[in-house]
T-cell receptor
């Protein structure tokens, strides 16, 4: 068990809808990262938050947004969903903001299916 | 720019065989870190190893070993005497210095058959 909790584990919704994925990092970790895993694109970095502030942005669509709350949990909001958004969404956490050598601890992911 | 290539999409071996998973990376940085993660059928990504760009020593951990060669920009992973429990998708990843994201290869799916 990595200590990173993601809910829900599975989410089935329809095109055009909006969903929220939730992540609780390991106790003491201030950095939260979101990744999207799809068959064609592999694991793609979406966004990073550190102690409530956005720190780095990857290939995140404008329809997607995220935030990190004072209790350090994070939410990834996906709106105007399309079939192509179906993927496994991972949250990961680490202690520091920029420690390059620091390993990330991953949650078990949220499997999103857009029908 | 950072890039990680895992040319082997799928590998299938019989139990007790040795298997090597290849990883080739590209970066312009002189300081960087390489990682291997395992994704078992349960889905969670599990950290296996981290290696920095200044440490080319190979590492062995039980049946696992890693061969880092800067000259060929490779960081290969060998499982000796494979077991069914080794069946998983294995990801190689690279992170440059500074606040850059961890970049993953597309993964190699390893199936170990009893």
């Amino acid at each position: 068990d990595s200590g990173v909790t993601q809910t829900p584990k599975h989410l089935i919704t329809a095109t055009g809808q909006r969903v929220t994925l939730r992540c609780s990092p390991r106790s003491g970790d201030l950095s939260v990262y979101w990744y999207q895993q799809s068959l064609d694109q592999g694991l793609q970095f979406l966004i990073q938050y550190y102690n409530g502030e956005e720190r780095a942005k990857g290939n995140i669509l404008e329809r997607f947004s995220a935030q990190q709350f004072p209790d350090l949990h994070s939410e990834l909001n996906l709106s105007s969903l399309e079939l192509g958004d179906s993927a496994l969404y991972f949250c990961a956490s680490s202690t520091s903001m920029t420690a390059t050598n620091e390993k990330l601890f991953f949650g078990s992911g949220t499997q999103l299916s857009v029908l | 720019a950072q890039k990680v290539t895992q040319a082997q999409t799928e590998i299938s071996v019989v139990e007790k065989e040795d298997v090597t998973l290849d990883c080739v990376y590209e970066t312009r940085d002189t300081t960087y870190y390489l990682f291997w993660y395992k994704q078992p059928p349960s889905g969670e990504l599990v950290f296996l190893i981290r290696r920095n760009s200044f440490d080319e020593q190979n590492e062995i951990s039980g049946r696992y070993s890693w061969n880092f060669q800067k000259s060929t920009s490779s960081f290969n992973f060998t499982i000796t005497a494979s077991q069914v429990v080794d069946s998983a998708v294995y990801f190689c990843a690279l992170r440059n210095s500074g606040n850059t994201p961890l970049v993953f290869g597309k993964g190699t799916r390893l199936s170990v058959i009893a």
